[in-house]
DNA sequence: AATATCACTTAGAATTCTATAG
DNA sequence: CTATAGAATTCTAAGTGATATT
């Protein structure tokens, strides 16, 4: 069983000396020399700083010694019971976010799929850390997983990619007649001037025109003929088609100065969430056994941590401990617990709080909703809708614009994640006196509710959010936005896709210069260099420093000294939590000087020291500003998933199947999500849903068998011809007879299941015909369908045949059925396998974020696959404007 | 220069919807 | 038709990076 859950709890971690809640950590002195000199290089060999654990070959992993864990390892939880984890079921595994060493792997692993790759997957840390082992053979990664001569392949696959964009690059610079000379002042002049073009490049425009002008014409068509169709549907029609169809921006060259974002803004506010309804009398939350009787308030707050008993957040003890200090606070100040007698009763041990009464009630009432009519459940959605309504739209610059997250968020737990010192702290009702509004001048100020007034209203037009708040747990600022299908969401997604698109103009000089510097004297250069190798390559983070009050997380720049191991000759072992406390782990073979300096940078550092002491983000980002103005960290991450994207989409050949299309869509798509260590929670029964379509697919062969063996009964000879042919697949081959005989008799449960469903059904039928019900025996009679079943069985397991059910049944016809049937299974197969492929990998993301959706666009015109089986329909909102500016000839 | 503030994108989990296998 | 699995959507936490402040 993972141990990798004993991390979740801690104990929170105790904050020296009152700093101010915000605070970054104060950044103490580099330890790390300014200038490096050959006699420092020289002397890391005698320096004992290498793991020389292990023999080369293995994957084995080092386990770096515990003075050098970060802090967060070694601070154990107070109280633990190791066993406790062991009831959790298999699928209820929480993800280790708690960066395990690899001992305590967990040896037994979720069910695989037959191919599990043996010796690694066993070594494997965690099921998270496999997903970033297991990169795609094709992810830019040189992963020592594989076998050498697989490495040296990636490798110099990855080269060739390199080189490719090398090409690209210097191809879009002489396109420019610029000299493809390394001085990077040159380009850097002209890629600022180019910039200065805000959307596409001029040259684009053009095409685009031609372009947008065929959908125009199309659109102009539908309209009318839609307008004709309705007839006197209403005269406002046509414009009410115009507002829905929304701004087309992308077919403008109206240039924005980029600051500010309208000149008109109206709209009605934000919706508060439903005042707190007190609980039926009879629910109460039990203390030491007896049921507590709380104030409003309170009760509120027990509330929210009863609905959440099933949720892995109250197996944390730091959640238990932050919710039961504020409930406390809470609890004192509206006035005290009573008993059931009216006395007193004061609350303190955590321990003997029983929230179950609470907890049921709320799954009751669950249960009640879903009982509901399907015509109960859409007259409370559209009541629902209805009250939404007034705050779904906005009106900017005169257009009507999608709000996003309108809804103020409702009280409850800080959900934190990862070890997060704060998580279950309580999040408290946000009033309209926090809130405050952002309008046009002009507008009409949305009303507070009755009562109430707003904390302020403002008119700031250099800012894109309608509404905004501070929220009481981390003095974190939410703001209310634009929905991602708006204008302005959309034109900042093309420019992030354009300036991503531009970097692939200068990249091979970036690269050169990169390399170049991981050798240079000063530090700053040197480590520079090394972390733009590892943001590129890698697709790290940036690695902001971040504040003692949140979780211990770290990118590129914050890199710790224990977050890597260092193996001769140039292995490198990346092990860290990173965003969302999200595991990164991943063994790669860096270039020889990357290792050096690696090494040098962790040389007389303690674990916890930072790797890269004397630069921060800022100024690397100041360094990227040189080459490309707006050229940021995150801008790699952007353009390393689309290129590599389009890189993948390209090896997808012609011809075949849309099915074969989508799968092979998906995969690339997984090799972008590999590389940016999109990763996602195994759903809680996994495992077991897994088992039910194996055991499904089992179902099929067998299926196929008696197919085979009612051709056996027809044509006895073909038995002795081909005994192969007659024999189960290979894959239920295993202990067949006895598997059979229990899959006969589930198939029997199953059927009579069927019977008793169908005699109830007519049974309900006759009574409401008014005629008498169907007699026991009617049904004992239907039953005896069984029996037959089962004799029939035995009969088969005896003679290997099985007499065809239809009269008219030839050998063609069964064959035919044998072949669909062994489609089928093929079928099931693969989706299997994919489904646990994937299990860990969050494809969305990559997909909605990094890869430029005329990727996607391209892709689907030129093999003519639909895009919604990429898109689903608020993506296809969301990229409108991809999908109609690009066709099958776009190129990132 | 450090750091605080602000605005915005990116992210996985949780919830709701829906398609389809049974 | 209905239960369920998976897809889609919603929610909000957690990043990045620009700019203001000290």
Known sequence: MSSSDDDVPLAIRGRPNGSSPKSKKASPKPKSPERITKAMEKRLDDEMDLDTAGDTGGIGITVTNTSTRPKRKSTKPAVKNESSDSDVPLTKRRKPNGTPLKSETDSDDDVPLASRRGAAAAKKPSPKAEKA??????????????????????????????????????????EKNLPTGKRKLDVRKEEESDDDVPLAGRKKVAQKKAKTGKTTAKKVVKKASARAGKGKAGKGDGEEEEEEAGYAWWQEQTESDGKTKWTTLEHNGVMFPPPYQRLPRHVKMRY???????????????????????SEHVKNKVFCDNFFGDFLEVLEESGGAQGPDGQDVDVTDFNKCDFTPMFEYFEAKR????????????????????????????????????????KVEPPGLFRGRGEHPKTGKLKKRVMPEQVTINIGEEAKVPAPPPGHKWKSVVHKQDVTWLAMWTENVNDNVKYVMLAATSSLKGQSDFKKFEKARELKGVVDIIRKDYERELRDKSMVVRQRATAMYLIDKLALRAGNAKGEEEADTVGCCSLKVSNI???????????FLGKDSIRYYNEVAVDPQVFTNLRLFKARKDGADELFDRITTQSLNKHLTSYLKGLTAKV?????ASWTMQIELAKIPAGGSVHDKVAAYHLAN??????????????????????????RVKGLRYQKLRLKRQIAYLDPKRVKKMPDYFKPDPEIQEDFDTWVVEHQKLLIEQEREKIHRKFEKDNEKQVSDGKPELKEKELNERLKALKEMEK??????????????????????????????????????????????????????SKLNYIDPRLTVMFCNKHNVPLDKFFPKTMRDKFKWAIESADETFEF
């Open 367 to 406: 249960e009640e909703r879903n009982q509901l009519t399907v015509q109960q459940k859409k007259d409370l959605k559209a009541e629902r809708d209805a009250l939404e309504e007034p705050y779904l739209y906005c009106r900017l610059d005169g257009r009507k614009e999608k709000v996003g997250n309108f």
């Open 792 to 845: 029939e069985f035995e009969k088969e397991n005896k003679t290997g045949k099985v007499e065809p059910k239809t009269r008219s049944c030839s050998i063609e016809k069964i064959e035919e059925q044998i072949k669909k049937m062994d489609e089928k299974i093929k079928k099931a197969e693969m989706e299997n396998h994919v489904k646990d492929e994937n299990k860990t990998i969050a494809l969305g993301t």
């Open 636 to 640: 790699f991450r952007t353009y390393n």
């Open 133 to 174: 082992e297991e990169s795609d053979s094709d992810a830019p990664l040189l992963t020592s997983k594989l076998s050498p001569a697989a490495m040296k392949m990636l490798q110099k696959e990855k080269v060739e990619v390199e080189k490719k964009a090398a090409e690209t690059a210097k191809a879009i610079r002489a």
């Open 565 to 575: 191991t260092l193996r001769k000759p140039n292995l490198v072992t990346f092990d």
């Open 670 to 695: 997984k090799t972008v999500a590999v590389l940016c260590n999109h990763q996602r929670g195994v759903p809680a029964n996994f495992a077991q849903n897994m088992q039910r379509a194996i055991d």
């Open 288 to 310: 030491d056994g007896v049921p507590l009787t709380l104030p409003e308030a309170a009760e509120e707050v027990a509330g929210f941590f009863g609905a959440m008993l099933t």
